[in-house]
């Protein structure tokens, strides 16, 4: 009775955050959509469904000139499309389309942009049986057609941009699937959430190392979503960026012009427990995961340029591991490395300095090699 009753609450609070983000949400006009109308960003939607069904939403900011190539921008943990729209009117997809390129802004499968399935309901607990390598074999492929099949642009490659678990899901869906690198010219791998280090920092340490059962299954960290159903966005995000700052995540001044609307869509759904425990035999087995013989994929059939940005004081991210993975494939090239001193991982799209520094050289190869 006792365990019954201590039980009861954290029961009451996951059904809660379940029918907020499964039913509630999804019906609201999303974040993405919200800011594009907001300032007249021409876009439209673009549905693809994948080979196993799941039907995933797309944003598609195409430019009002002949188009200079296609880019896909791909998001990370928790998030949707809109983490792209971190610097508001001054973010890179907005920057992009002006300047002439198609932009396409992905959505994964079980955020509130890939709660549709041909066959089954988002309430099945069959739904959320997938992890990052789903990601990558299934939803990449599917991400990489639509974008070519629906951009203006005549061209047979993209270029991809990840931040953190997009990064891992686009280099991993390139080993996983080796026909799509003749389809991507490109990859600005973003705070690449590849070889990750031991958490020292206590709430890293609870996020990575924690058992996920412990928080339900098949969804992962659910109260998050109950927080957006009670706490305004204004102590919601106080309080996330509070603990970016104490985990350490975050090293430098926040761009709070963008970041703190997006924050408030974050998280946009669920992150399902099978994808936590991935992320915990990467912690564990480093970089023999993307090896070969022992690994879940071989990152030796990646065959395309990777550029990439990375943040030295990344507490989650070992720079040097996944550099030295990178750099030691045969088939991929290195065009750009660039480790920032004093950058924690998500200051790389949440930080003021991100503005001035990192879009300025993302464009600029954007420009080179598009």
């Known amino acids: 009775m006792v365990t019954l009753l201590l039980w009861l609450p954290f029961s009451v609070c996951a059904w809660v955050a379940r029918l907020y983000t499964l039913e509630v949400k999804p019906k609201k006009k999303g974040y993405v959509?919200?800011?594009?109308?907001?300032?007249s960003i021409t876009y439209n939607i673009v549905n693809t469904q994948t080979s196993d069904n799941y039907v995933l939403t797309f944003h598609h900011l195409p430019p009002s000139k002949p188009s200079l190539g296609t880019v896909l921008f791909i998001h990370g943990m928790f998030e949707s499309g809109a983490m792209a729209f971190t610097h508001s009117t001054e973010s890179l997809p907005v920057i992009l389309q002006e300047r002439g390129y198609d932009v396409f802004l992905a959505n994964g499968r079980g955020n509130m942009y890939g709660l549709k399935h041909t066959k089954m309901s988002s309430w099945d607990p069959k739904f959320w049986d997938f992890d990052m390598k789903t990601h990558a074999k299934l939803d990449f492929p599917a991400m990489v057609t639509a974008a070519l099949s629906s951009s203006t642009a005549k061209q047979s490659a993209i270029i991809?941009?990840?931040?953190?678990?997009?990064s891992l899901v686009a280099l991993m869906g390139l080993a996983l699937n080796p026909s799509l690198n003749k389809k991507v010219k490109l990859v600005c791998a973003i705070s690449p959430a590849l070889v990750l280090r031991t958490p020292t920092n206590?709430?890293?340490?609870?996020?990575f190392k924690m058992e996920p059962s412990i928080l339900g299954s098949p969804q992962y960290f659910m109260f998050a979503s109950f927080t957006q159903c009670f706490v305004p966005d204004w102590l919601a995000n106080v309080v996330a960026f509070a603990a970016l700052k104490a985990s350490g995540m975050s090293q430098l001044t926040m761009d709070k012009d963008g970041a703190w609307?997006?924050?408030?869509?974050?998280?946009?759904g669920?992150?399902?427990?099978?994808?936590?425990?991935?992320?915990?035999?990467?912690?564990k087995d480093g970089p023999a995961f993307f090896k070969a013989k022992d690994g879940e994929c071989d990152f030796g059939e990646i065959d395309t340029n990777i550029a990439l940005w990375m943040g030295k004081e990344?507490?989650?991210l070992d720079v040097d591991a996944t550099t030295a993975l990178l750099e030691g494939l045969d088939k991929a090239k290195i065009v750009k490395k660039v480790v920032l001193d004093g950058w924690g991982h998500t200051d790389l799209w949440y930080s003021i300095e991100s503005k001035t520094v990192l879009t300025p050289d993302v464009i600029k190869l954007i420009e080179t090699m598009g």
């Open 160 to 166: 991809v941009y990840g931040t953190s678990q997009g």
């Open 314 to 316: 990344d507490v989650v």
């Open 261 to 268: 609307d997006v924050m408030a869509s974050t998280p946009s």
């Open 202 to 207: 206590p709430l890293v340490s609870m996020v």
């Open 33 to 39: 959509e919200a800011f594009l109308d907001k300032h």
């Open 270 to 283: 669920f992150l399902p427990t099978k994808s936590m425990r991935m992320y915990q035999k990467i912690l």
